[in-house]
């Protein structure tokens, strides 16, 4: 297995001889409008891709959308994506991707098994309180197959319940978690923090942990510095923060 961190949450995963493009984001910096309400006004993507569009999609056999918010499945990828490109989502948004005039949708409710991989969708919480439900249904999925370890992709969630029991059903060996700590000027983060990603450490012991999803959008307000120096204060082991671009093999 490898893993490629693209840019925020979208990954270029080789996974049993085939490759998934996860959260296609594929906007030039700065020319999204900030999200409202947050602590800064600058304007998204903060940074560029790191590689072309075309190499990215350079041998895509899938392409799995954990939700439809604009960072994780842009107009740009709308554009770029061809409309036969198997797309692997929720159930609650396979109307609006087949609305975008994409034809080979797949939603999971629990799981299905393509080319030789079981595809397993697991939940989460966008936030909590009104903002969570704001934020509407989000999921993480969970690819297994003979030969490789098992990867849990938590999505856009904190730690709660549902991530906790998707380490316990499928004991991954790679788990990587949307960080970056986004937040309004109200409320709580909606995505994970420091707090969160030491408590998906100390929940399982075993799995080589990878945190992405930030210093990209502008409500997301932990870098990778902060969080590298708390990994290392509370010397916590097996957890990777990578660079946009670079390549994790596992």
């Known amino acids: 297995m490898k893993v490629q961190l693209i840019r925020h949450a979208t990954l270029k995963i080789n996974y049993k001889n085939r490759t998934f493009l996860v959260d296609p ?115 993480g999925f969970v690819l297994e197959g003979e030969g490789e370890k098992t990867l849990y992709l938590a999505g856009d969630t904190i730690w709660c319940n549902d991530v906790n029991e998707a380490i316990l059903e499928y004991h991954p060996s790679v788990i990587i978690l949307n960080g970056g700590e986004a937040q309004f000027l109200q409320g709580d983060p909606i995505t994970m923090g420091p707090k969160d990603i030491s408590l998906v450490r100390e929940s399982y012991s075993e799995a080589s942990i990878v945190v992405v999803h930030m210093e990209s959008w502008n409500h997301c307000l932990l870098t990778r510095k902060q969080l590298n120096e708390y990994i290392e204060n509370k010397e916590l082991s097996h957890i990777v923060v990578p660079m946009d671009g670079e390549i994790l093999d596992y």
Not at 58 to 77: Q, T, Y
Not at 99 to 106: A, H, K, N, R, S
């Open 25 to 139: 984001m594929f906007s030039i910096k700065s020319t999204l409008p900030a999200v409202a309400n947050s602590a800064n006004e600058f304007r998204n993507p903060l940074v560029d891709l790191p590689v072309s569009v075309e190499s990215i999609l350079e041998g895509i056999d899938a392409v799995i959308i954990s939700h439809l918010h604009r960072d994780h499945f842009d107009d740009a990828a709308i554009i770029h994506l061809p409309k036969e490109i198997q797309i692997i989502c929720q159930p609650e948004d396979e109307g609006k991707i087949r609305e975008l005039q994409f034809t080979q949708v797949t939603p999971i409710e629990k799981s299905l098994k393509w080319n030789g991989i079981r595809i397993s969708r697991t939940k989460g919480e966008h936030g909590t309180g009104k903002i969570g439900e704001k934020m509407g249904p989000v999921s």
